[in-house]
């Protein structure tokens, strides 16, 4: 098993609904060091992709200020064959990020090849997300365990406190109507 909503992994943001110029939504993808930041709507939408129909076994989330959080998988490519895997209401983090695993299964009998999260209500006007950990199996991988994840790379996180820091800037600019510095609320659909 391993992490397979990473771009080495081969995996995409295929749609999102909003996001701060310099925190885009592929940043999920990538680095424990940077993060993608809603536009301060809700709710907020974003779809992985994987190189194939996937085994999944667990599904985390490492992030600032989600309060609710809905995730829906689909075995193809189109968008109205979403099936319903969870529901769950985020612990608030008091400031801190959230690390909370939302679906496990040894099994693996979760089969995706797109998975949507939508976010429905936060702790704050904005949202954070520094990772959606997805272990599981890409077609043609074994089985077998594996120790490599997005979370155990050993990549140095920032500290809780700047990362406050930078979620409360972008606070004071939603509260600034005039400062829309950076704010793209768009579709790619």
Not at 29 to 43: D, I, K, R
Not at 65 to 93: H, P
Not at 137 to 153: K, V
Request: one cysteine or more; glycine letters at 8%; a positive charge.
């Amino acid at each position: 098993m391993k992490d397979i909503a990473l771009d080495v992994s081969g995996a995409k943001v295929q749609v999102y609904t909003g996001q701060h110029n310099l925190y885009p939504a592929n940043h999920i993808l990538s680095s424990a060091e940077s993060f993608w930041v809603s536009c301060g709507l809700f709710p907020q939408i974003i779809e992985f992709t994987f190189q194939g129909l996937s085994n999944v076994t667990e599904i985390g989330i490492h992030s600032l200020y989600v309060k609710r959080v809905k995730l829906f998988a689909s075995t193809d490519n189109k968008s109205t064959n979403f099936k319903e895997v969870i529901i769950s209401d985020l612990s608030s983090g008091e400031g801190r990020s959230q690390n909370e695993t939302l679906y496990m299964d040894p099994q693996a009998k979760l089969k995706a090849k797109v998975l949507r999260l939508v976010i429905e209500s936060g702790y704050n006007h904005f949202v954070g997300i520094y990772h959606v950990k997805v272990m599981g199996t890409l077609p043609g991988e074994s089985s077998a365990p594996s120790t490599f994840s997005a979370g155990q790379l050993g990549i140095q996180q920032s500290e809780p406190e700047e990362r406050l820091s930078r979620m409360k800037t972008l606070q004071q600019q939603k509260k600034d109507p005039t400062s829309r510095n950076g704010f793209i609320p768009t579709t790619n659909i």
